[in-house]
C-alpha cells in the first residue's frame, strides 16, 4: 500500500507507534499517571533546551501560543519589535495588532533570517522598545534568524527576546 507523505507546515505525518498508542484507553488529566507523565515531560523538555527554566506546553495551535504568550508577557506600557520576515512572523505582528499591544514592525525580506543588526538599529531609534518577537526558523521562507546574538542585545539592554521556531 502506497503511504501519504505530507509535507505541509502542519498536519504533520504520525508515525505509526504513535498511532497505536493512541488506541489505548484514554487517561485522566487530573490522574497521578497523568501528572507522573506529565512532569517527565517538562523534564525532557528543560533537557532538550538545556534550560532550567520551566517549559510550557500548550495543547493549541501555534497561533493560540503566540496570543498567550503575546498576551501572557505584554502588559499596557510595554513596547515590541516585532520582525516580519514570512508568513509565520507575519502572524506576531498581526496578533499584537490585535490585542492593541504597542509594536513597531521590522519588515525584512522573505527568506532572510533578522541580524543582531537589524534589531540595534531599531532599539537604538526607540528607547521604548523593551521586547523582541521574532521567528527563529522560517519555515515558510526557509530563513534562520541570529537569536543567539539577539538574544545576548536584549540581555545586554534589559529587554526580552521571544522567539518561535
Known amino acids: 500500500m502506497k503511504k501519504l507523505r505530507l509535507f505541509t507546515p502542519g498536519p504533520t505525518m504520525v508515525p505509526e507507534d504513535v498511532l497505536l498508542e493512541m488506541a489505548r484507553p484514554m487517561q485522566h488529566h487530573r490522574t497521578a499517571w497523568y501528572r507522573d507523565m506529565h512532569k517527565e515531560l517538562c523534564d525532557l523538555?528543560?533537557?532538550?533546551?538545556?534550560?532550567?527554566?520551566?517549559?510550557?506546553?500548550?495543547?493549541?495551535?501555534?497561533?493560540?501560543?503566540?496570543?498567550?504568550?503575546?498576551?501572557?508577557?505584554?502588559?499596557?506600557?510595554?513596547?515590541?519589535?516585532?520582525?516580519?520576515?514570512?508568513?509565520?512572523?507575519?502572524?506576531?505582528?498581526?496578533v499584537c495588532k490585535t490585542f492593541g499591544i504597542e509594536h513597531t514592525a521590522i519588515p525584512l525580506e522573505w527568506g532572510h533570517g533578522a541580524k543582531?543588526?537589524?534589531?540595534?538599529?531599531?532599539?537604538?531609534?526607540?528607547?521604548?522598545?523593551?521586547t523582541v518577537i521574532l521567528v527563529h526558523s522560517e519555515t515558510s521562507t526557509a530563513s534562520l534568524t541570529d537569536v543567539e546574538g539577539i538574544a545576548k542585545l536584549t540581555r545586554e539592554r534589559g529587554a526580552c527576546c521571544s522567539s518561535t521556531e
Not at 504568550?69 to 498581526?94: D, Q, T
Not at 543582531?116 to 523593551?130: L, P
Open 45 to 94: 523538555l528543560q533537557y532538550l533546551f538545556q534550560t532550567k527554566a520551566m517549559c510550557l506546553t500548550f495543547t493549541g495551535s501555534g497561533t493560540s501560543a503566540m496570543e498567550g504568550v503575546i498576551v501572557g508577557c505584554l502588559s499596557p506600557g510595554h513596547k515590541a519589535a516585532v520582525v516580519e520576515n514570512g508568513k509565520f512572523a507575519e502572524r506576531w505582528v498581526k
Open 116 to 130: 543582531v543588526d537589524d534589531i540595534k538599529k531599531v532599539m537604538d531609534a526607540d528607547s521604548k522598545i523593551d
